[in-house]
């Protein structure tokens, strides 16, 4: 009965983040807004309120920091892992298309906040505190924390700066008027939240019932479910050809993912997110920082071969850490 009630709660995750990013989709065909923007900024926003959400309630509902850690980051490495596949499917396309300068801003933002999380483990440690003290935890700022809120602050103003261009086709007039978009993504995102915080408990349910550790189990039930929108959403922009939004969708969700993490942290009382000792959490770090950047040198170079080597390799980390 609890797997049954973990798969109608993820297809009720994916529906209703399918519902909201309609509504984007909607704002993409009636004004002139970036694609770089929509995807890496709104559509992002809107297909992360699951890792925001259970990220959340494992941090401060069920005081299982492990467990968001574990979301978060193996939230990242699938979303890399899938997306690399897709690109595989659509190489041809994918290796003609333009993408936003701004998207290589963003990816080195995101490994600059990998780096950051493995110097906080492997260098800092308890010393990572910049205000705070264990009388007074709810005020624990860490730096680590305050770096990823720069960085996302930097990548959302790169994508901002994209200006967006109408081809043909493209800006046709919405139907809906403002307020039913309004009212209608709303719903669906409260749907989305609901959703989100009744998996929380699911998996943790699962992780103890299964005797996994949080870390495994955040990365498996809690990273795979919460990707499904950002999975979905993709698959169906690069079936439109519209590879911008579609990128931008993928590494602004794992930038926004960072931020949900940094936002954990400011919120827990017992201390750092960062401070864990699940080896799972380590190997998702490791993987997920060789993933950022084989994903970085994928979007960077022009010559097929070399993209489709990183792709390659980007699925290989995901593979390795389901086998360590």
């Not at 931020?259 to 993987?287: C, I, M, P, Q, R």
Request: net charge negative; aromatic share 12%.
């Amino acid at each position: 009965m609890l797997y049954i009630l973990y798969l109608i709660t993820v297809t009720a995750v994916v529906w209703f983040s399918i519902l909201a990013s309609r509504y984007i989709d909607m704002i993409d065909r009636s004004t002139r807004l970036s694609g770089a923007f929509l995807g890496g900024v709104l559509l992002s926003a809107i297909t992360s309120l699951p890792e925001l959400f259970t990220s959340i309630s494992a941090t401060i509902l069920i005081d299982n920091p492990s467990l968001c850690i574990g979301n978060i980051l193996g939230s990242n490495l699938f979303n890399f892992g899938m997306l690399a596949v897709v690109i595989l499917c659509f190489i041809k396309g994918f290796t003609a298309a333009r993408l936003s300068p701004s998207h290589r801003y963003v990816m080195m933002f995101l490994m600059l906040m990998y780096i950051a999380v493995v110097f906080n483990w492997q260098v800092m440690g308890d010393d990572n505190i910049i205000f705070g003290s264990n009388d007074n935890p709810w005020l624990y700022v860490s730096v680590t924390t305050i770096i990823i809120v720069l960085l996302y602050a930097l990548s959302v103003r790169y994508l901002a700066s994209d200006n967006g261009e109408c081809e043909d086709g493209e800006c046709e007039e919405v139907k809906l008027s403002l307020r039913a978009i309004v009212v209608r993504f709303v719903l669906a995102s409260v749907g989305i939240i609901v959703a989100s915080v009744i998996l929380t408990y699911i998996t943790d349910d699962i992780a103890t019932e299964l005797n996994l550790g949080s870390g495994l189990a955040g990365a498996l039930f809690l990273g795979v479910a919460t990707s499904l929108p950002e999975v979905t959403s993709t698959i169906s922009l690069f079936r439109m050809r519209n590879f911008d939004i579609a990128f931008g969708n993928i590494a602004g969700s794992n930038v926004f993912n960072y931020f949900v993490l940094a936002l954990a942290d400011l919120l827990y009382s017992g201390g750092s997110v960062y401070h864990f000792g699940d080896e799972k959490v380590v190997n998702l770090t490791v993987f997920g920082l060789l993933s950022s950047m084989f994903i970085y040198m994928l979007i960077r170079t022009s010559r097929m071969w070399v993209k489709i080597a990183c792709a390659i390799a980007t699925v290989a980390c995901y593979l390795a850490f389901l086998m360590l």
